[in-house]
């Protein structure tokens, strides 16, 4: 899924290869932002070393923020979010049992004091979580602000007629 020597500004990570189908939304949004980053099914439980590891090599290449996503638990993002001060997003996966509603409640329900930024279950939030994070860069980046400007616009003014 990617190069991990290059440089990013948005590290994408998920539980399980099986919150691609989701997560490619988020990808394919930060793709057509212009937004440099790179995607890995890493997950908290199964694979905490791998995570500890992985989180200090992307801030040093360049990722200012992270998202990630999970189902069921979901701790990814909290775990994401107690080892790194640049900030997580965090996107609920419908999982196998509720919904999502698990996930989100999971992933929205930080105690205070290591903040994760909750989005959407889903689709919906995996998009979301691809233009907020380019929001977020974009506040230093006129580059990905302007991409972001044009996202906005083109939705603005889209053919939103009915069929006659
Ligand atoms: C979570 O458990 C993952 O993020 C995924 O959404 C869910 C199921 O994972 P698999 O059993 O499909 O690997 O950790």
Redesign the pocket.
Same mark, same amino acid.
């Given at each position: 899924m990617s190069d991990e020597t290059k440089a990013i500004q948005v590290a994408v990570l998920? *539980?399980?290869?099986?919150?691609w189908e989701t997560m490619q939304h988020t990808s394919a949004m930060l793709d057509e932002l212009g937004v440099a980053h790179e995607c890995h099914a890493i997950?908290?439980?199964r694979q905490p070393a791998k995570l500890h590891a992985y989180i200090p090599d992307a801030e040093a290449r360049g990722a200012r923020v992270f998202i990630g996503?999970?189902?069921?638990?979901?701790h990814?993002p909290g775990v994401l979010a107690s080892q790194t001060a640049r900030p997580v997003l965090g996107v609920p996966?419908k *999982?196998?049992s509720t919904g999502g509603l698990d996930?989100l409640l999971s992933i929205a329900q930080m105690p205070g004091g290591v903040p994760v930024g909750c989005l959407a279950v889903g689709k919906a939030g995996a998009k979301n979580a691809a233009i907020l994070a380019a929001q977020i860069v974009g506040v230093a980046d006129d580059a990905i602000a302007g991409a972001v400007n044009r996202f906005r616009e083109a939705q603005s003014t889209k053919d939103t007629s009915l069929p006659a």
């Open positions: 998920m *539980g399980s290869p099986s919150d997950s908290a439980h996503a999970a189902g069921g638990a979901a990814l996966m *999982g196998w996930a």
